[in-house]
């Protein structure tokens, strides 16, 4: 097991090399000059040259790719074209907030989507199962950012509930119940597609395994229905589940830029959305390398998971 | 042995893989399906006939009047105007066409691609399929959003621009698709028989497995026409897709947001139509593939 999951582990490296290859020829690709354009046409040509030496613009393309990736390799990912700091600083400084909504995200898909996706299929066609399928399916077509907007309206705008933006109340000392009310709508926001999608797939896998024989043996066997859904069937049908749940992450980290974006929510995200807005390349580009870095790391996270709920799996 | 004696054989094959009974019925019997094509239909209309169905009105989706920003419905602005006073119905029906032209524009991209690339490494196998399959996983590690903010902060893009971007970050999981429904064909007989009869590649690919994988790319298609107006809606709502005075629905939800204390009904609009269309997609796809495969209708 843990043999299995280091070679894993060592897995992402190559991964994550080629993916910031395929950066550094989109890079490469860009028309115009980073130098020229960060100076926007206001530059003398000399000041512009200075510029691009200090970028390190002026090395030939191969040059320039292996600094690129050995500085990687340390943790460096280049400097801000618009602060001057160190991407690498700036987007650990964010990375934590990101963690917590897309944590609680991700908690919120899990918890509604078992009991959900459970009782939908227990009590297939019913009226539960009817309701439960039809908030599902309006919970995958309906744009999240677009919910996000329509909460906002309604329990910020209308009733005053609750706050539209940040992580605090500003000017107010640290408050639990204040930073739990300004993480509810986000939450949900980012989570909701999330649910919805992992709902519908755990009731098609649910109302497989409901109808294999050694579910029939263990109701024959006199088992309660509770142990026989619980112990038996769920945790069957949540094998398929978790490879989903690591298969969705990708799209959580593009949720989190909307999300963060509607609820002024200080992570990763905004940082993103701002610096792509700025043209600010060389920290979207850090951004992009370290969310799909933590996917990978995220596949590996569910493939363990995957080997602790089913015991039958015993990597090698 | 060459084609001419093969040809009888493989014809009646592919008819009987493709025309299967009863799918034509199964999808006009779907009530979803049906309101999934009829909702896209209006929404296409509308969004050709667009100039007349304002012109009564007199109004169109780019005069400024900054006199009557942010006004209730009246007789000349039957949604009222946003934070230029300008027409939101006019601009409303101008960006379904931006939605719908890069919807259709990229999904189309984005399945050839996919289809191509599932077909070449389902076909070809050993290490073109390798490789392939190693950049399908690639691709699928990037967030596709995250692709996407690179792109656009190191590209200029415009309506045409959006669409090529958006098709080619995302034709990877219909090359996973059409690559397994390419092996499961690969084990039928008349594959093995084409081969034998010593076809082209290029002859087999196109005559006798791209038509067998049709159905699979029909319903991606579909499905990545919601997928494509969605992530469309997402950048202009960002402020890196559309740019106005074009109208798009993201960068008008965006427009009404920033007033939404003062006029909140303008952010219900816009994004009532992406949820629309994009529900109507997942209905005519959810269809199409049950109608296909009726294994999969539950």
Redesign the interface.
Known sequence: MHKYLSRRLLQVIP?AL??AT??FV??Q???GDPAARLAGGNLSQENILRIRSALGLDLPPLQQYWQWTTGLLKGDMGYSLITGRPVADQIMKKLGNTAVLALSALGFAVVVSVIAGVMSSVRRYTLVDYSITTVS??G????A???G??L??VFS??LHWLPSSGMATYGMGFSVVDRLKHLIMPTIVLGLAYTAELTRFLR?EM?DVLRTDYVLVARSKGLSEKVVIYKHALRNALLPYITVLG?FL??L???A??TE??FAWPGMGLL??T???N???PL??G??LV??VL??LG?VAADALYAYIDPRIRYE | MNSTTIAPLDQSQTEEVSSRPGAWQRFVRNPRSITGAVVLLVLVLSAVLAPYIVKPFGVDPITVNLRSILEGPSQEHILGTDRSGRDVFARLLYGARVSLTIGISSALLAVTLGTAIGLAAGYFGRWTDHLLMRAVDVGLSIPPFLLLLVIVSLFEVDVVGLAVIIGLTSWMDTARLVRSKVLALKEIAFIEAAVASGLGSLRIIMRHLLPNVMQVTLVAATLRVGYAIYVEASLSFIGLGIQEPLASWGNMLTNAYENVWFAPLLTVYPGLLIFTTVMAVNFLGDGLRDAFDPKTQQ
């Open positions: 991964m080629v993916i395929l950066v989109l890079v690709l860009a028309p399916f309006l995958i077509s309906i744009p950012f677009w919910f907007i329509m906002v309206v705008v209308e098609s109302i298969i990708p799209r980290m593009g949720g830029v909307l974006t509607i993103a959305k610096a792509a807005f043209r600010d390349y979207v580009t951004i992009a969310a799909s996917v990978l596949n």
